[in-house]
């Protein structure tokens, strides 16, 4: 196997080795985003306890990542806590008290910039092209169910989603931006750190794993969204049975 990796790392580029290295652990990511946020898409608490976890992770990247790698521009602490102060409310940070995996995630990041600072560009490639991928996918679903929801709140369709709303620059952009600096990034490393670097990339996901899983609130949301589907289906057979 990793002589198979390592012949297919030369013949790519390094964003590409990066998310083949990373394809199997990648795949249960997005199962259990998907078992776990595919109904709480319907549940604004349950949006924010998904933002909630991710909150210090991507604040820590933004305050101990080279602007080379990280540009202003991808920066979304602010945004972060735009989207969290409009759905917990303005002093969520004063009841607020990081969760201990997301302590233990903080701890491994903080582990990495004191032995070798180079592994936390796995933790900005993939987060960040999350974010411009699945993170505009899962945003745009929950646009579509607002609009549908008969427990959503009333509001600006806008408001609660700055995390994902990139006005000044296109995702295409962003995302051909991140690329080209990871790439060029990859052909300066030497073999060694190359193969640490696919580790760390399987590591991401990992720990990523590990802090979903403790977004609460899911199985109140999936209740919600049942009733609402119920409710529908009782609507249609009695227009049915009426009209028909």
């Not at 303005?90 to 582990?111: F, G, N, S, T």
């Not at 589907?229 to 249609?236: K, R």
């Amino acid at each position: 196997m990793a002589a198979s990796t390592t012949t297919t790392e030369k013949t790519v580029s390094f964003t590409k080795a990066m998310r083949v290295a990373t394809r199997e652990i990648h795949n249960v990511s997005d199962g259990l985003v998907n078992a776990k946020l595919a109904f709480a898409l319907y549940d604004s608490a349950v949006w924010a306890e998904g933002l909630l976890v991710f909150y210090e992770i991507f604040k820590f990247l933004e305050q101990h990542v080279a602007h080379d790698f990280l540009p202003e521009e991808f920066h979304r602490t602010e945004q972060f806590e735009q989207d969290l102060a409009f759905y917990l409310g303005a002093d969520w940070k004063a009841k607020y008290q990081p969760r201990k995996e997301v302590c233990d995630y903080l701890k491994h990041l903080e582990q990495i910039e004191r032995e070798n600072p180079n592994l936390l560009v796995a933790y900005v490639y993939h987060l960040y092209m999350g974010l411009l991928s699945g993170g505009q996918i899962l945003q745009k679903r929950r646009n579509i169910t607002r609009k549908f929801n008969p427990f959503a709140t009333a509001g600006e369709p806008n408001r609660g989603a700055a995390l994902t709303t990139f006005e000044e620059h296109s995702i295409f952009e962003l995302k051909q931006k991140m690329r080209s600096n990871i790439d060029k990034f990859g052909e300066s490393l030497d073999e060694e750190t190359r193969q640490q670097m696919m580790e760390e990339s399987r590591r991401v996901f990992e720990l990523n794993n590990r802090i979903i899983r403790t977004v609460q609130g899911v199985n109140r949301a999936n209740v919600k969204t049942l009733i609402y589907v119920a409710l529908l289906m009782m609507i249609y057979f009695a227009v049915k049975y009426l009209f028909f």
